[in-house]
């Protein structure tokens, strides 16, 4: 059966090393210098700060994918589009800001899903369950944005905005 951490809040130190090698080893956040790194430092930051931006799916016990955003702020957001800043530099920007309850704007950070489960619409539905949970209380709805690193990926972002009734923006 397929779950959602959203909805469980089941989410170990464990797992975070499980979907960060899943980045590793997609994305290349341990060689390319540009990305947001996926170190102990920043799992820890990601655990004791923002657990709420991470969704962890699993198909019973196994994780099998997982979606991960970030709050941001308007100039930051601006930078990294305009291609002023990386994404390693937004983050440690992100890093100083406290807007993750009422966030004005949200980045679709990275999702990943194991090749066999892809598809079926998860990555898009673990993010949907996450920004409503965020929002849900908030005054403000935010302006999502994202840097689609695949064509699956640039769909994701634009179905996420579709069912969340939010704007996206995107780095070329």
């Keep these: ?68 955003m970030l709050y941001c702020s308007l100039k930051l957001m601006n930078d990294f589009l305009a291609k002023k800043i990386n994404e390693r530099e937004m983050f440690e920007g992100i890093k100083k800001l406290r807007e993750y309850k009422n966030p004005k704007v949200i980045y679709l950070c990275a999702t990943f899903v194991k090749e066999q489960y892809r598809g079926q619409g998860l990555s898009t539905t673990a993010y949907v369950k996450m920004i409503e949970k965020i929002i849900k209380e908030g005054k403000i709805k935010p302006i999502l944005f994202d840097w689609a690193f695949t064509p699956e990926g640039a769909n ?14 995107r780095r070329d």
């Excluded at 060689?31 to 699993?58: C, F, G, H, S």
């Design 1 to 68: 059966m397929i779950t959602f951490s959203s909805d469980t809040g089941n989410i170990r130190r464990a797992d975070l090393e499980v979907t960060a090698k899943m980045a590793e080893d997609y994305f290349g956040t341990d060689t390319d210098l540009e990305q947001m790194p996926t170190t102990k430092e920043v799992r820890d930051w990601v655990a004791e700060n923002i657990p709420e931006y991470l969704n962890i799916i699993r198909d019973d016990q196994t994780i099998i994918g997982y979606a991960f």
């Design 156 to 169: 994701i972002g634009k179905k996420i905005a579709e069912k969340t009734h939010l704007v996206l923006k």
